[in-house]
C-alpha cells in the first residue's frame, strides 16, 4: 500500500482489537450486561502493560551497561515519569470499574472460576522488572506466585526472574557514584560528624522538654535510639551487612550512601537528574501501592468475605501485597538519614566543581 | 474446554489483543520509539468507545418504547454514569498522551499520513447516537465529517444516523411526562404568574440601584430584556416555534417547559431520577466538549501552526467543535428559566400526590 | 453598606483569610521556604473539614426524625455526594503536599513539636459523627483518640460523641423499612429458600470441579462454609446476636435485612433513591480510607523511619487506622448475602406496587 | 509560649480562619444552605493563590539576576512543577463547586451583586506576573481589567505590573544562553540548511501524492507555505521583527532561537533542566487556560443566558479569555520549527563538551 494511504482503522487494527471480546456469561444464553465492562476494563490495563513492560526495556537498557551516558539518564527518568503516568490511570480506571456495583457482578462471575487477575503474565514481569524477588512476596494459599500461570506465560515470567532487574542495575549505577569518595573527600565521614552532633541535640531536647510526661519521653527516647541504630549502618559496612543480612536493608552499602548524597546535595548540577531519577522509582512504587490497595478495597465491596474468581478470600491478600510487595523500600527509609540542611556538610570545593556544568567551570 | 477451566489468558484474547500493534515507523527500519505509545493510546480509546457504544445500546433501548418504565428510568441514569466515567477517564488519558513531546511525535508523525483520529467512526457514531445532527457539524476543509471514511465505517455511521437519536428519544419522552399539565392545573401557566412578577421587581432593582453608572444600568437592563425575550420563548408556542426555526432551541416546546419541571420540582419522588437523567446528559455533554478542548490544546502543543496528520490545521477547528459539537445544550440554556425557591409557585396537592411513593400515600 | 455594594474581597473576608499564615521557622529567623505550603495545604483542609461538618448538619437534621420524608431522602444522598467530593479532592490535595520533600520538611519540622494532625478538632468530629465510636478506635501510644486535644476542642469533640451518630440514625432508618414486612410477605424467609438452593450448588460446583486439587478444594469449602455461617446471621436473629456481640455485625438484624432489600431490589421506585444513599455511605467510607492509606504513605516517605511531629511512628498507625477506622464495613460486608438477579425471588405484585409511583398505579 | 507547647489550631490560626465565613443570604433570614459552600470554594482558591504568589516571589527571585545559578534553575523548574499541582488542583475544584445546581445558586445569587471573580487581587496578579500585559486582555465592558477593583487592591495590581513579569525574565535568561552561538558554530545557520531541505522535500510529498485531490492538495501547500514563512522568522531578524510588530511573537529573536536549541537538544547535560522549565511554563500556561475553560463551562451551566454576579455575561467571556490570555503561547508555536531527530544537525564536539558535566569530561 502507498505510504499516502493509510487508513486510521487499519492502523490501529480495530477490526482485530474490537473483535477480542466474549462474554463467557453470553456462550450459553444471554449474556450479563456488565460483562463487557469488565473485559474492557481489564483488555485496557493488559495494553498498558505491555505499553509499560515497552518503557522498561528501554530504561533497562539504558542501564545495561557499566558507563551510563549522562544524556541517558534524563531519558530513564521521563520514561520512569511515563510509567508513573499510567499507573495513575491504572488507579483511575477504578473508578469505571466501580460503576459495576457487587449485584451486576454476581450476574457472571460465577462464569468465569478459576480465572483471576492473579494469572496477569505481564503484571508479574512488572513486578520482576522491577525487582520484586521470590522471596519478597506473600504467598498465595500456600503457592508460588507463578503457580496459576500456564505454560508459556509462566516461561516468560520465570525468564524474566533471570534478568538483572531495575533495582539491581540502578543499584550498581550507585555504587559507581564518583563524588562519595573523591581526592581527599569521604562523604560518609564528613556525614558522620555532623550527625552525631544532631543526634546528642535531639536527645537533648527531649530530656528537658517540660512539657513531656515521663511516658512520652521514654517513647521518644526509644525512638531516637532507633534512628541511631539505623545511622549506625550507614557509618560501620558490617552493621549495614548484618541488618542487611535480616532483611533490614535490600541496597548495598555504597549504593546507599550515594543516593542519601544525591538526595541531600539534589542541586548540583550533576545530581539534578539522578535525583528525579530516583524520585520516579519512589513514585512508582508508591502508585502501585496505592493501586494495590484501591484493588483490594474494591474487591471487599464487590465480593464482600465471598472467595475470588480465582478462588481465594483475595481482598486480605491483596492488601498484604500493598504492604508488602515494595521494591524501592530502601529509597523512603532514606529520610531517616536526613539532617537539616542548615546541618549539611559544605562540599570541598573541587567536589563540587566536579559536579557542575563544563561551560559554567569557567564562570 | 471445560467451563471450570476458564485461563485469564484466553479469557481475554490476550494473544490477540497484544499482537495488534504494529508501528509504521518500524516497516522500513528502526520504530520510532513513541509510536507504540501513540497506538495504545489511541487503542484504549477505542476499547472505551466500545464500552460507550454498547451502553447507549442499553439506554437507548429503554426508551425506545412509549411506555417507559419507571424502574428502567433509573437503569438509564446508571449507565449515563458509567458513560461520564468513561469519557472522565477519557480526559485523564490525554495527560499519559502528553508525556509524549512534540519531538517525539515528529520521528514517527510523517508516517501516518493521512490517517487521522476524524476517521474514527466509533466516535462519530457516539456523536451521531447522543444526537450530533449532520446539520449542527462544522465542516473540516469544506468536507461533510463522514467523507474521511472508508466504505464500511462510512455504512456505519451513516446508518446510525437514520436512527432515532437519544436527544430525540428523551424529548419524546419529556414531552410525556403527566405533570405539567394535569387536572387544572398547567404549569406554564402558574409559571408565568411568578415570574412576570420576578421580571418587574428585577427591572426596579436595576433602574434604582445607585451605585450603577448610567452605562452599566444600560448594559443590566439590556441582559434583562434578553432575558425576558427567553421566557417569551416558555410562555408563547409561536415565539418558541419562531426561535426554534432559526437555532434558538432543539427541544420542542413541550419538552422544554417539562425538563424546567423535572428542575424545578426535582425533590418530589417521581421526578428525582428523572433530574439525575437530565443531569447526566449534562455531565456527557460538559465533559465531551472538556475533551475536545483539552485535545485541541495538545494538538496545538503537538504540531504548533503545522497542518495535522490529516492533513489539517486541525486545533483550530478542533476548539470550534469544543463550542459547536454539543448535543444538549438546551439543558443549560434551561438556568436562565430558573427562579429563586422561594418564588416558586407552590403544586396543587393533587399533583404532589401524583407524585408521590404509592405506599406514603396513606401515610 | 448598601446591598448593591458588596465587594469581593468583603465578603470572602481575604484581609483576615490571607493573613492567618505564620511560619514557626521564620519566628527566629529566616522562614523556611516549605512551610506556607504545609500551613496552606493544612488550613484548605480545614476549611474543607468545616464544609463537610455543614453538609452533616442538614444530613443529621434530615434523619433526626421517625417520619422521614421521601423528598428529603434525596437531599441526604445529594448532600452525601457533595461530602464524596470533597474526600476525593482532599486526596488530590496530597499531590500538591507531596511536592514538598523530605529535605524540605527537616527545614522546620522541629519547630513543629508536638502539633500534630492527631489535633484536627474538625476531623475527630467528622469521625465521631459518621459513627466512629471509641471503642472502634486504635489508641495511640496508649492514650485516648481525644488526649491531645486542648480543652475547648475536646468539650466539642465529646459533645460530638454525645449526639445520635449518622451510622445510628440511618440504622433507625432502614429498621422502619415497611417492604421487607409487608401483607403475608416475609422477604427474610423468601430469600432463605432460594439462598439454601444456591449454596447446595455452589458446594456440588466445588466437590466435582475435576480441575481443583485436593487442597484447592479444601480452601474452597472452607470458604463456603464461612459463607453459609455467614447467611445463618441473616436468617436467625440469635446467631446475628451472637456474631453482633463480637463485633462480626454492627448493624441491627432489621437493618441487614432492610439495607440488603434495598441492594437486591434497588430498581424498584421507592428504592432507587434509598440505594443511592446506600451507596453514597460507602463511596465517604471508602473515600476516607483511601485518604489515611495516601497520607500513611507520604508520612513514611516523609520522615522514614524517625518520630512524627506529634511524636510518633505516625504512618504505621495511620495505616491501621486505614484498616480498622471504618464505619459503614456492614454495607461492604453485605455482598456476602447477594444472589444473582436470575435467582431472587419474586416480589408479590402487592408489595410491588406500593414501592411504586403513585401516578403510574393506573398505567 | 514555650516552643515545645505548640498547638495544631493555634499553629494554624484556625479560631480566625473557621470564623471567616459570613453569608450575605443570612443576614436578612435563613442562609441558603449553598452559599457556605462558594464561599469555602473561593476562599479555598484564594488560599492557594496565595501560595502560588508566594513560589513565583521564589522563581523570578532566582531570574532576577544575570548570572543564574545553574544549581537554581533546578529549583525554579521544581516550584513551577508546584504551581503547576496547585492549579490542577484549581481544576478539580470545580467538581466540587460543580455538585451546587443552578437552583441552588440562585438562592442567593442576587444577594453577591455586584461582587464577582474579577475582583481577585491575587489572580490579576499571578496573571500580571507570569507576563500577560494589559494590551493582551480582552476587555470586559469595554472596562479595563482593573477597573472593577477597589483602591488598595487595584493599587497592589498596579504595581505589579511595573515589575520585570517571568516572561520577561526567562526571556533574558534565554538570551544569554551561550551555545547558540559558540567558537564558529552559529546554530541558526546550521538549522537553516537541514530546513531547508526538509521542507523542499514536503513539498514534493505534497505534489506527487497521488491520493490528494486538487483542492486538498492545495490545502497543504498552503499549509506549508505558512510553515516556510514562519521559519523565515527564525533565520531572518527584520522578518522576525515584523511578525512580532504584527503581534505574531513575543519572544525576542534570540530568546526564539535559545529556546528552540534548547527543544531540540534537550539531553545534552546542561538543557536537561532547562528543557523542563521550559516544559513547566507551558504545563502552566495550559491548565490555565483549562481552568478558565471549564470556569466557563460552568458558568454557563449555573446562570443560562443570565447575566453574571458582577452584572456580565461572563461565560463568553471567560472563554475567550481562555484562547487569548495566554501567555507562553510562542513556546507552543516552537513546534512549528521542529525537524525530526533523525535530520537535526550534529553539534560540533567542542560545544557538546562545553554542555558536558565536568566530571564526566574526563572520561
Redesign the interface.
Known amino acids: 500500500m ?13 477490526e ?3 473483535s ?3 462474554a ?1 456469561s453470553g456462550k450459553l444464553g444471554q449474556a450479563a ?1 456488565d460483562e ?2 469488565f ?2 476494563v ?3 490495563y ?3 502493560f ?2 509499560i513492560l ?1 518503557e522498561m526495556d ?1 530504561v533497562q537498557g539504558i542501564f545495561s551497561t557499566d ?1 551510563v551516558d ?3 539518564v ?2 530513564a527518568a ?1 520514561l520512569l ?2 510509567i508513573w ?2 499507573l ?2 491504572g488507579v ?2 477504578l ?2 470499574l466501580e ?1 459495576m456495583t ?2 451486576d457482578f ?2 457472571f462471575r ?13 503484571f508479574r514481569q512488572i513486578e520482576v522488572r522491577l525487582g520484586l524477588r521470590r522471596q519478597d512476596r506473600i504467598n498465595f ?2 503457592k508460588p506466585f507463578d503457580a496459576r500461570l ?1 505454560g508459556a ?1 509462566r516461561d516468560r515470567v520465570n525468564h524474566t526472574e533471570q534478568v538483572k532487574s531495575l533495582h539491581d542495575q540502578v543499584e550498581a549505577w550507585l555504587e559507581r557514584t ?2 562519595i569518595e573523591m581526592g581527599g573527600f569521604t562523604f560518609r565521614e564528613s556525614y558522620r560528624k555532623v550527625v552525631t552532633d544532631m543526634l546528642s541535640r535531639d536527645e537533648d ?1 527531649i530530656r528537658t ?4 510526661q515521663d ?2 519521653r521514654e ?2 527516647l526509644a ?2 535510639k ?2 541511631q541504630v ?1 545511622f549506625d549502618a550507614l557509618f560501620d559496612e558490617s552493621i549495614h551487612a548484618a541488618q542487611r543480612e535480616e532483611g533490614g536493608w535490600r541496597l548495598s552499602w555504597r549504593a546507599l550512601q550515594a543516593a542519601l548524597f544525591i ?2 546535595y ?5 545530581l ?2 539522578p535525583f528525579t531519577l530516583l524520585s520516579r522509582m ?1 513514585d512508582i512504587d ?1 502508585t502501585l ?2 493501586w494495590r ?2 484493588h483490594s ?1 474494591m474487591v ?8 475470588g474468581t480465582g ?3 483475595g481482598h486480605q491478600y491483596l ?1 498484604r501485597t500493598a ?1 508488602q510487595h515494595r521494591v524501592f523500600g530502601d529509597l ?11 546541618a549539611l556538610p559544605a562540599l570541598p570545593d573541587a567536589v563540587r ?9 569557567k ?1
Chains 1, 2, 3, 4 share one sequence.
Open positions: 502507498a505510504r499516502g494511504g493509510l487508513y486510521y482503522g487499519d492502523y490501529l487494527q480495530l482485530r482489537l474490537l477480542a471480546q466474549t463467557e450486561h463487557l465492562l473485559i474492557i481489564h483488555q485496557a493488559e495494553l498498558w505491555k505499553q515497552f528501554a558507563q549522562d544524556r541517558d534524563g531519558t521521563r515519569g511515563r503516568e499510567i495513575k490511570l483511575h480506571q473508578d469505571v460503576t457487587p449485584l454476581l450476574d460465577d462464569h468465569l472460576v478459576p480465572a483471576s487477575g492473579f494469572q496477569s503474565a505481564q494459599e500456600d500456564q506465560d564518583p563524588f531536647t522538654n517540660p512539657l513531656l511516658a512520652e517513647v521518644e525512638g531516637l532507633r534512628a539505623k538526595t541531600l539534589r542541586d548540583e548540577p550533576a539534578q537528574v519512589m508508591e501501592t496505592i490497595y484501591r478495597l471487599q465491596r464487590m465480593i464482600g468475605l465471598k472467595i478462588g481465594s478470600s492488601r504492604e523512603f527509609a532514606l529520610s531517616t538519614f536526613l539532617i537539616p540542611r542548615s566543581a566536579e559536579m557542575g556544568l563544563t561551560y559554567s567551570r564562570g
